[in-house]
């Protein structure tokens, strides 16, 4: 038939891996019927007599997934206020943050996709990765029940809530890197990125540099992901660096030195005597 995607998984055009491995990687008793539905992506169903799709469990899934960080972060940060939680929340549950979670799991090699979007790096397209995740998340919550969905959330997400705690006020490193430059008067961050690999497989190296030195490097599937790793590294060296300064350098820095890691000046060399030499045989005062 014209335009149908082959439905094997050994190799065919639709040549992802056995969903069943993925029973496995998840540690939950889903159901094998439920978890095919939930890695369906409509452009599959569109080539192959429209089957269910995943959009309905992402739209549970989603939910699901807002309920368990929300209340992770309740639980988690008494003291801070609904504004900052919200951010948080944000920052964990955003597309980015799903798809990174999706690609640590290898989710893409398992997702049923029709051929147009296979040969357009549709397994690597943080859209695709993030909402398939949350379908995942949906049918666990069905098949399993909430204790186990939530379980599966806390194994997936909790290092993500731990990483966002840290960003302050930023949304992601990038900003908060850029903030924490600002108010140490270093400079503007600037990202160096170098891509390898196939179209449909590309990997991605970022450097960055503030005030010229090179203080962090990432690698990601993307090059939003290289640089977020990257400024992380930065984050944290810049930090540990602050942390080690003595005060006469905190003093200098504080006046638009700049570098956290400076030492007072020198006084300067004297230029000699202001005062004209003793003739010879003058008497001592």
Request: hydrophobic content about 40%; proline content about 7%; aromatic content about 4%.
């Amino acid at each position: 038939m014209v335009g149908v995607v082959s439905q094997s998984w050994d190799g065919g055009v639709n040549a992802g891996k056995d969903p069943a491995e993925f029973r496995h990687v998840l540690g939950v008793p889903i159901m094998p019927a439920s978890l095919e539905r939930a890695l369906t992506h409509r452009s599959y169903a569109y080539e192959n007599a429209n089957p269910p799709t995943n959009e309905r469990l992402e739209f549970l899934g989603d939910s699901v997934l807002g309920l368990v960080v929300t209340d992770t972060l309740f639980r988690g940060y008494p003291n801070l206020p609904e504004g900052q939680l919200a951010k948080l929340r944000a920052a964990v549950v955003q597309m980015g943050s799903l798809a990174e979670v999706a690609r640590e799991l290898d989710l893409g090699s398992y997702v049923k996709l029709g051929r147009g979007e296979q040969v357009t790096g549709g397994r690597n397209k943080s859209s695709i990765l993030a909402d398939t995740l949350e379908a995942v998340i949906g049918a666990v919550y069905i098949d399993c029940g909430l204790a186990d969905a939530s379980g599966l959330v806390h194994r997936l997400f909790d290092p993500v809530i731990a990483r966002a705690a840290r960003l302050g006020a930023g949304l992601d490193w990038k900003t908060s890197l850029q903030e924490l430059t600002a108010g140490h008067v270093l400079g503007v961050p600037e990202y160096v990125v170098e891509e390898s690999g196939p179209d449909h497989q590309k990997s991605f190296h970022a450097v960055v540099k503030v005030g010229g030195r090179v203080l962090g490097s990432g690698h990601g599937r993307s090059k939003k992901a290289a640089e977020q790793q990257a400024a992380e590294a930065a984050w944290n060296a810049i930090t540990a660096e602050a942390a080690d300064v003595p005060m006469a350098a905190e003093t200098d820095r504080a006046a638009g030195n700049g570098d956290l890691r400076s030492e007072p000046p020198e006084s300067p060399e004297p230029s000699g005597s202001s005062e004209p030499p003793e003739p010879p045989g003058s008497p001592e005062r």
